[in-house]
């Protein structure tokens, strides 16, 4: 039986690179996109034309019940999932904790922890033998900014990468005897479109000199570990969080 990935925020950056990598590995991907349908698009048209099988799911993964739709889409469109890659995340403008909104806070973790966690209970719900599944793998996208903090910059985001650090750890053990495995890659300078997004389009570029390998990293060098993790190649790998930061 064929596996079937499903990539939140896999219209751009790693989640696009890790639905294209996957792709050419055997998976059928579900592509989800909160707004952006020609980028989406575009990634199922690669995937297709290369021979694999792909679809396009919107949904954003802060709103229960779009999650809910997206898995019901994927359910009849490709059927039960193999693999979530929770790559949707948000990022917003630097600021210090003491200019931060709660409306800029709210909007953080409900994208980037409560989606990731709302994304993972239904895939949970389709893979566990526990609830009649046949097992899988969840990676979820967190980031170095875990570890440093992002002082004077997005200690918000550091915060909600940190909370998924924790929950990969938690959701492991949890399912470990239920044929899922889980677990993070933690991302350091990346040059995607994320930094446009908080209003840093250069960032990846300006912050190289502070990285030992003194270079930004690529979005499939991060997919390539996502894949590891999918495969069978790391069987005996769960609650591991993984850095592909070039030594930051």
Same mark, same amino acid.
């Given at each position: $039986?064929?596996?079937?990935?499903?990539?939140?925020?896999?219209?751009?950056?790693?989640?696009?690179?890790?639905?294209?990598?996957?792709?050419?590995?055997?998976?059928?991907? /579900?592509?989800?996109?909160?707004?952006?349908?020609?980028?989406?698009?575009?990634?199922?048209?690669?995937?297709?034309?290369?021979?694999?099988?792909?679809?396009?799911?919107?949904?954003?993964?802060?709103?229960?019940?779009?999650?809910?739709?997206?898995?019901?889409?994927?359910?009849?469109?490709?059927?039960?999932?193999?693999?979530?890659?929770?790559?949707?995340?948000?990022?917003?403008?630097?600021?210090?904790?003491?200019? $931060?909104?709660?409306?800029?806070?709210?909007? $953080?973790?409900?994208?980037?922890?409560?989606?990731?966690?709302?994304?993972?209970?239904?895939?949970?719900?389709?893979?566990?033998?526990?609830?009649?599944?046949?097992?899988?793998?969840?990676?979820?996208?967190?980031?170095?900014? /875990?570890?440093?903090?992002?002082?004077?910059?997005?200690?918000?985001?550091?915060?909600?990468?940190?909370?998924?650090?924790?929950?990969?750890?938690?959701?492991?053990?949890?399912?470990?005897?239920?044929?899922?495995?889980?677990? /993070?890659?933690?991302?350091?300078?990346?040059?995607?479109?994320?930094?446009?997004?908080?209003?840093?389009?250069?960032?990846?570029?300006?912050?190289?000199?502070?990285?030992?390998?003194?270079?930004?990293?690529?979005?499939?060098?991060?997919?390539?570990?996502?894949?590891?993790?999918?495969?069978?190649?790391?069987?005996?790998?769960?609650?591991?969080?993984?850095?592909?930061?070039?030594?930051?």
């Amino acid at each position: $039986m064929k596996p079937i990935a499903l990539v939140t925020g896999g219209s751009r950056g790693i989640g696009a690179a890790t639905a294209l990598l996957a792709a050419r590995a055997g998976y059928a991907i /579900a592509v989800n996109y909160h707004a952006n349908s020609l980028a989406a698009d575009e990634v199922v048209r690669q995937i297709r034309a290369g021979g694999g099988n792909a679809i396009t799911v919107q949904a954003d993964v802060a709103q229960e019940d779009q999650v809910l739709g997206m898995f019901a889409k994927v359910d009849a469109k490709l059927g039960r999932i193999t693999a979530l890659v929770n790559s949707a995340g948000v990022v917003d403008v630097a600021s210090r904790v003491d200019g $931060m909104s709660v409306a800029r806070l709210r909007r $953080m973790f409900d994208t980037n922890v409560i989606g990731s966690m709302v994304c993972a209970r239904e895939a949970v719900l389709r893979m566990s033998t526990a609830h009649g599944g046949q097992g899988g793998v969840i990676i979820n996208l967190s980031s170095v900014a /875990a570890t440093l903090g992002s002082p004077g910059q997005y200690v918000d985001y550091a915060a909600s990468k940190g909370a998924i650090d924790t929950f990969t750890v938690g959701l492991a053990r949890e399912v470990a005897q239920e044929g899922i495995r889980v677990n /993070a890659v933690r991302p350091g300078v990346i040059d995607t479109e994320i930094h446009a997004s908080g209003g840093q389009p250069d960032r990846a570029t300006q912050l190289a000199g502070a990285i030992p390998m003194r270079r930004a990293g690529r979005a499939d060098e991060v997919a390539q570990a996502i894949l590891w993790l999918m495969s069978d190649a790391s069987s005996y790998t769960t609650g591991a969080l993984i850095d592909v930061s070039g030594g930051r």
